[in-house]
């Protein structure tokens, strides 16, 4: 309360004005303030997809051609259904506690969300991939199948390329002769009978080159149509 101040003199009487206010209690000026409920009851139950924290409520909305939608309804209404899924989830879902905070475990959602992309186009397969479906040929991993057992010297060997399975026999002392394909060719340069497996390999190897050019030409025509 504040002291009382002295004004100025009307005919030798001195006035006094009391400045003195009144300080308002906590309960006069603060309304108390109203709690909303936390069990919520519907006529028709909610319905819940915890994994999508989803809630659905089919009760219509009260709406007359008198009192139509308010925002204040609205917000009643989704209140409403928020804590009903805050009391579903404490409800249902496993808590636990860690060092890091209370963790609360959703299940697999139940409602089907629809994706925000189209289906990507089939890939058109290449020319490969249709002969080799084709062929039944099926794709191995990189490094798988290049060796292969060798019964007679009980060891895992490459089958190409430097001590390769298909060299077997060209350092063999003895060699089988064909009599067909050696007639007239022992005595020609480069054409004996140890180099005949030599020479089948360097023919498969041009002959693949062959088709690999045609396949290249082919592939440039068709990109050009």
Same mark, same amino acid.
């Given at each position: 309360?504040?002291?009382?101040?002295?004004?100025?003199?009307?005919?030798?009487?001195?006035?006094?004005?009391?400045?003195?206010?009144?300080?308002?209690?906590?309960?006069?000026?603060?309304?108390?303030?109203?709690?909303?409920?936390?069990? /919520?009851?519907?006529?028709?139950?909610?319905?819940? %997809?915890?994994?999508?924290?989803?809630? /659905?409520?089919?009760?219509?909305?009260?709406? *007359?051609?008198? *009192?139509?939608?308010?925002?204040?309804?609205?917000?009643?209404?989704?209140? %409403?259904?928020?804590?009903?899924?805050? @009391?579903?989830?404490? $409800? $249902?879902?496993? /808590?636990? *506690?860690?060092?890091?905070?209370?963790?609360?475990?959703?299940?697999?959602?139940? $409602?089907?969300?629809?994706?925000?992309?189209?289906?990507?186009?089939?890939?058109?397969?290449?020319?490969?991939?249709?002969?080799?479906?084709? +062929?039944? /040929?099926?794709?191995?991993?990189?490094?798988?199948?290049?060796?292969?057992?060798?019964?007679?010297?009980? =060891?895992?060997?490459?089958?190409?390329?430097? +001590?390769? +399975?298909?060299?077997?026999?060209?350092?063999?002392?003895?060699?089988?002769?064909?009599?067909?394909?050696?007639?007239?060719? =022992?005595?020609? =340069?480069?054409?004996?009978?140890?180099?005949?497996?030599?020479? =089948?390999?360097?023919?498969?190897?041009?002959?693949?080159?062959?088709?690999?050019?045609? @396949?290249?030409?082919?592939?440039?025509?068709?990109?050009?149509?």
């Amino acid at each position: 309360m504040a002291d009382p101040v002295q004004t100025e003199d009307i005919g030798g009487v001195p006035l006094v004005q009391n400045t003195s206010t009144k300080v308002p209690t906590t309960t006069e000026s603060t309304p108390k303030s109203t709690r909303l409920p936390a069990k /919520i009851s519907k006529p028709s139950p909610y319905t819940f %997809d915890l994994g999508n924290l989803l809630c /659905i409520d089919p009760n219509p909305l009260p709406t *007359s051609p008198t *009192s139509p939608l308010s925002e204040t309804l609205l917000a009643s209404t989704a209140r %409403d259904a928020a804590q009903a899924l805050l @009391n579903q989830l404490l $409800t $249902t879902c496993p /808590i636990s *506690s860690t060092p890091s905070g209370v963790h609360l475990t959703l299940p697999a959602p139940t $409602t089907p969300l629809p994706r925000e992309k189209s289906l990507p186009a089939e890939k058109k397969p290449t020319k490969w991939a249709a002969f080799a479906a084709k +062929k039944g /040929i099926k794709d191995r991993k990189k490094g798988e199948g290049k060796m292969v057992y060798d019964e007679a010297t009980g =060891e895992w060997v490459p089958k190409w390329g430097y +001590k390769g +399975k298909n060299k077997e026999g060209e350092g063999e002392w003895l060699v089988e002769v064909d009599e067909k394909k050696s007639k007239g060719e =022992e005595g020609e =340069e480069g054409k004996g009978v140890r180099g005949e497996g030599r020479r =089948e390999r360097k023919e498969s190897v041009r002959r693949n080159e062959r088709r690999m050019r045609a @396949n290249e030409r082919r592939g440039k025509k068709g990109a050009v149509a």
